[in-house]
């Protein structure tokens, strides 16, 4: 037996991204975006409300960063999806976690995250009463504990959280169970 829910973003897993920006007098703000993903090779695409303080600050700077939320950090995460700069000026500050500039764009990246994008803003769009803003990414740059041995990121070693629009849960990513390009081939035949 099937039913019908209605219209819902029925997409599971969404990312945990934790957005860092720098705001005009240089606070750093970060902010947990779901609806967001990868867009080709090089592009981040972040759907935000309008209101949000990350929003006015990427359009300040023109730049931001993109890091996975993990799981040892999920308490902060949750809570970076909360407040809001606009409201709690020290909002960043409050979850005890590190920022450092980043090199390559005027964002910051989080130390505590192992992985994180350094991204210059390419548009900034309205799109069905929400900003879509798609950024190029410069850099990837990540904590050497979660790279194998060839240099590559060992997803596996990321501990990245997932996040269900469904009933709100975050979820831990499983095991690796196949091999991409490659578990279907047989079917070619
Ligand atoms: C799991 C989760 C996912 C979220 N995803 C988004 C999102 O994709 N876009 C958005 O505008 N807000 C999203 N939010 C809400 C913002 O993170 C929240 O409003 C935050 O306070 C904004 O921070 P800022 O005003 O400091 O930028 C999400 C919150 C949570 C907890």
Redesign the pocket.
């Known amino acids: 037996m099937r039913k019908d829910l209605g219209a819902l973003p029925a997409v599971f897993p969404m990312p945990?991204l934790m957005v860092g920006t720098y705001g005009e007098d240089g606070k750093v703000?970060v902010?947990?975006?779901?609806?967001?993903g990868i867009a080709g090779m090089d592009k981040v695409v972040?759907?935000?409300?309008k209101?949000?303080?990350?929003?006015k600050n990427i359009r300040a700077k023109k730049a931001f960063t993109v890091a996975l939320a993990d799981e040892a950090h999920i308490k902060e995460a949750?809570f970076?999806?909360?407040?809001?700069?606009?409201t709690m000026p020290d909002?960043f500050a409050k979850t005890g976690l590190h920022a450092v500039k980043s090199s390559k764009v005027d964002a910051p990246i989080i130390e505590e995250f192992p992985l994180t994008m350094e991204c210059e803003l390419a548009e900034d769009a309205e799109m069905f009463g929400?900003i879509r803003i798609v950024g190029t990414i410069v850099n990837v740059n990540v904590d050497e504990k979660v790279l194998d041995e060839n240099g590559k990121v060992d997803a596996s070693k990321l501990n990245a959280v997932m996040?269900d629009q469904f009933r709100?849960g975050y979820y831990k990513v499983g095991e690796k169970f196949a091999q991409a390009w490659n578990v279907g081939k047989d079917l070619m035949k």
């Open positions: 945990v703000n902010m947990n975006v779901a609806w967001g972040l759907y935000l409300a209101d949000r303080k990350t929003l949750d970076l999806g909360t407040a809001s700069g606009n909002k929400e996040f709100f």
